[in-house]
Nanobody, 127 residues
Framework: QVQLVESGGGLVQPGGSLRLSCAASGFTLNYYVIGWFRQAPGKEREGVACISPSDGVTYYADSVKGRFTVSRDNAKNTVYLQMNSLKPEDSGVYYC????????????????????WGQGTQVTVSS
């Protein structure tokens, strides 16, 4: 019943853009921090960005700051990750995840904090 489903991945050339979606079902995201993580083959999982439920405060990893933007649409129970100026180093499987946060606070990128995870969507940046 509780699910997070990522979509929007694909193949894009360096400098291109993609928008990933994270759709929730079985619960509302209004009181959950949503984080985006990625993992490339042979590399450790990396926190990319997150957004707080009430105040909308966001965090971005230094490697994506200025290029990626997290947003949410509460009416659609969906969170988005807009990725611009993509680089080959951005390639990997992207996951969205959620944890309950009823009190507004800065989101954090500790993987163990997130209770729910999506199945992932592949992003490949190559010419």
């Amino acid at each position: 019943q509780v699910q997070l489903v990522e979509s929007g991945g694909g193949l894009v050339q360096p400098g291109g853009s993609l928008r990933l979606s994270c759709a929730a079902s079985g619960f509302t995201l209004n009181y959950y921090v949503i984080g985006w993580f990625r993992q490339a083959p042979g590399k450790e999982r990396e926190g990319v960005a997150c957004i707080s439920p009430s105040d909308g405060v966001t965090y971005y990893a230094d490697s994506v700051k200025g290029r990626f933007t997290v947003s949410r649409d509460n009416a659609k129970n969906t969170v988005y990750l807009q990725m611009n100026s993509l680089k080959p180093e951005d390639s990997g499987v992207y996951y969205c995840a959620a944890y309950f946060a009823p009190i507004p606070s800065m989101c954090r990128m500790t993987g163990g904090t997130y209770a729910y995870w999506g199945q992932g969507t592949q992003v490949t940046v190559s010419s």
